[in-house]
């Protein structure tokens, strides 16, 4: 059990260097989770907050104060660095912790530090990305470029670019890989395996990788392509490059495709790659409509069909009885999705149950938002995300969305996911439990959490959380969806 | 009798035998203010080459010459190692007393810092904002503001949409066309006192994009920044911050923020780093990472 203790110093100036280097000392010692050492003002209650180290002194300290906050394992270390910290307070001169970064200038630099590195990670406003890609192209590195605001022309010229030096570009918008084990930007903690994942969509990637692994698969390699890879302009040039990468590899025996329905012209092109492999592939293209795969390929019209394909079983589908609607409550579901291909999968769900669908990004057979019917909405949509981040970075997004449809008499399921995993928010049910503290017990409040027990939230911790609050948890999110739907009689 | 009289004119003229007299060599403008109006103060905080004096929610900095001009300091040759904490001050337009240290205005001169440069045109800055960019990918402290795109800590991610909310007010304060706007102040006001430091990172960003917004001589948004600034709400920053980033909202920066924004708009990056790296531990890149953004949502919006 964590133990959060706080010191508050009233009217104390220190110097910046001294609080951050007795910050950094405190932190790395035995038995402490979180460190931190600020001046009690309102944004840096938010900071002590959302680094879970806010205790009720703090929270009383004024803005001239000097805050001193850290999480540990027990009480003894808890007591152990709170008095170091005072000790150090008392002494600023005696903290001496080295101050220099390990980092570099460039990534010309960085290589020369690494020179055995063979991808760079770019994450930098999107108009910088270009430029650092083609130096590190230059250098011959395989790049991921997590930034969006990339331009389609400036995408398709990196990735020729790319694909004449034999390297692979994934992105921009790439916001999910694992490449040999090593998760990169949004990714979870799964196994290593002999499946191998290929898509254009993050989170796609991350419920797929997270059902594999908790139905005990593993995951040579999940290469993201960025969103447009598949889109004529740009032709999928890292996708068939992805699948040659996959093909060739020893350690994956089943190649999973995952990506909303590409233009016509690139599906052939791609299908066409596949029927050219001896291995299995898996196509999940959500929302294609009559899609025609190769004999060695099977088509998913899930995210959960899937993995259950790439696993060649059966996941389990829980709870088996689906919940009552509460006496007066309406009959419409709302979904509201920090994974843009997890709504995407929801509305899949309903409209293969024969059921009206609408949403701000609809799936073909669905159609734009409209009052009345089922609702599914992707907080990650830029009319949501504009001057915000992602809603798996910061849950509040989802806040007041999840407000108006608690408030809604016409909505009687709400379903949610909760996606976990490095880059994400630190506690994203902890969030969302917060909120529904507060509401009537009106709606059927569904979710599915997509992760695992080693990712850093940890799925189970998630679940918990989430389940104390009445929230009925599936398996997954398709499956969240079809009880949504066994809910409302459908 | 005579013994008695005798003795007290020797502990008079001892009272004004000051064991050091050190003559103030650079007073910024809003420290002679300072001096002006109060006659008395605290010693509210000593470091190693300066101390800050405070009357109420007023502060001044007694400085070093290495620490660099600024509106709020006084520049003398001292080393602050004999002064404490809480000790009491006397100040006069003539001399600043703590215990039997003299600082005297003797021969002071005022310091203001020179007019801005002429800047490059936008779409040249559009490109070096870029290379700022990558420079405090690699060099800005992991603590402040300069690193928040690559990094997952807790104040990258409540930073994070707080940057994004100034530069999103910024570009709806550009778009208009009146005077005054009645655009939400909250953009300003969540990005002040938030962060690591003596001064919060947010203070140092908002000084770093006032800086830019004055340099640019876009009067409107300066304008709009500063009431927003200026309006907060009471407590949202440490006294001595308020006071630095009043100044700023004032149209005062220190010398070293100066000489940063000018080699900013005449494209010398390099001297720019230069400049910001001599500004505290973080305060400057945080100042760099304000100046940044601003110039890229000011250069987009006139390159457009």
Known sequence: ?490 | MLATSANSKLVDAARHTWSRTIPILRSGVLAGDFCRWHSRAEVAAVFKRSIFLRHDDAFVCLAAPSIGNGPLTLIAEFNPSGLRRGEPVSVTERDIAIGDTRFNFDRWELWRPPPWPRALEYGRLIKVCRSLAVRMTADAPAEGLGRIYGQQTATARIARPRVMRFESWLRDTLATDRATTNLSSAAVHDLIGMGHGLTPSGDDFLAGALAVLDALVERKAHAALARAITAAPHGLTSPLSHCLVSAAAAGHVGERLHLAVSAITMGDVDAAIASIRTIGHSSGWDMLAGATATLAVVAAANAA
């Open chain 1, 1 to 490: 059990m964590s133990v959060i203790v706080n010191e508050v110093r009233r009217s104390t100036f220190l110097d910046s260097i001294v609080l951050m280097r007795i910050s950094r000392q405190i932190a790395a010692l035995s038995g402490v989770e979180e460190a931190g050492l600020v001046i009690g003002t309102p944004a840096n209650k938010d900071i002590l907050q959302e680094a879970r180290i806010l205790g009720a002194d703090g929270d009383k300290a004024g803005p001239g104060d000097l805050i001193v906050a850290l999480r540990a394992n027990d009480d003894r270390a808890a007591a152990a660095a709170l008095a170091e910290a005072k000790r150090l307070l008392d002494h600023p001169e005696i903290s001496g912790v080295p101050t220099s970064e390990n980092t570099s200038r460039s990534i010309r630099a960085a290589f020369q530090r690494l020179p055995n590195a063979n991808l760079a990670l770019i994450s930098v406003p999107g108009h910088f990305a270009p430029s650092e890609a083609r130096k590190a192209l230059a250098l011959g590195l395989h790049v991921l470029i997590f930034s969006d605001n990339v331009a389609i022309k400036e995408e398709v010229a990196l990735k020729r670019e790319a694909r004449e030096r034999g390297l692979l570009m994934m992105g921009p918008d790439c916001g999910t890989a694992i490449i040999a084990g090593v998760p990169l930007a949004f990714a979870n903690v799964v196994p290593r395996g002999n499946i191998g994942l290929i898509g254009a969509s993050g989170t796609g990637i991350q419920e797929v990788s997270c059902l594999i692994a908790r139905a005990g698969g593993g995951v040579s390699h999940a290469i993201g392509t960025g969103g447009r890879d598949l889109k004529s302009e740009v032709g999928a040039i890292t996708t068939l490059m992805a699948i040659d990468a996959l093909d060739a590899d020893e350690a994956t025996n089943h190649i999973v495709l995952i990506s909303k329905p590409p233009a016509d012209a690139v599906a052939k092109l791609v299908l066409d790659r596949v029927a050219h492999s001896a291995k299995p592939f898996t196509i999940c293209f959500l929302g294609a409509q009559d899609l025609r795969v190769p004999a060695n390929a099977r088509a998913a019209a899930t995210l959960k069909a899937a993995a259950e394909l790439a696993m060649g079983k059966i996941l389990t589908n829980e709870p088996a009885q689906p919940p009552l609607l509460p006496f007066g409550r309406g009959k419409l579901v709302r979904g509201l999705f920090a994974g843009g291909t997890l709504c995407s999968e929801a509305q899949i769900v309903f409209g293969r149950a024969g059921l009206k669908v609408t949403s701000n990004v609809p799936v073909p057979g669905a159609s734009p938002a409209a009052d009345g019917t089922h609702l599914m909405i992707d907080l990650g949509a830029d009319e949501f995300t504009r001057g915000r981040p992602h809603p798996m970075i910061e849950p509040a997004v989802r806040d007041r969305p999840l407000l108006d449809a608690l408030a809604d008499p016409t909505v009687g399921v709400i379903l949610l996911d909760v996606v976990l995993g490095y880059g994400g928010h630190a506690d994203p049910a902890g969030h969302l439990t917060k909120l529904l503290a507060a509401r009537d017990q009106g709606q059927v409040i569904l979710a599915s959490v997509t992760g695992t027990d080693a990712d850093p939230q940890s799925r189970h911790e998630q679940v918990h959380k989430l389940t104390e609050a009445g929230v009925i948890v599936t398996a997954s999110n398709a499956e969240a969806a079809e009880l949504a739907i066994r809910a409302i009689g459908g």
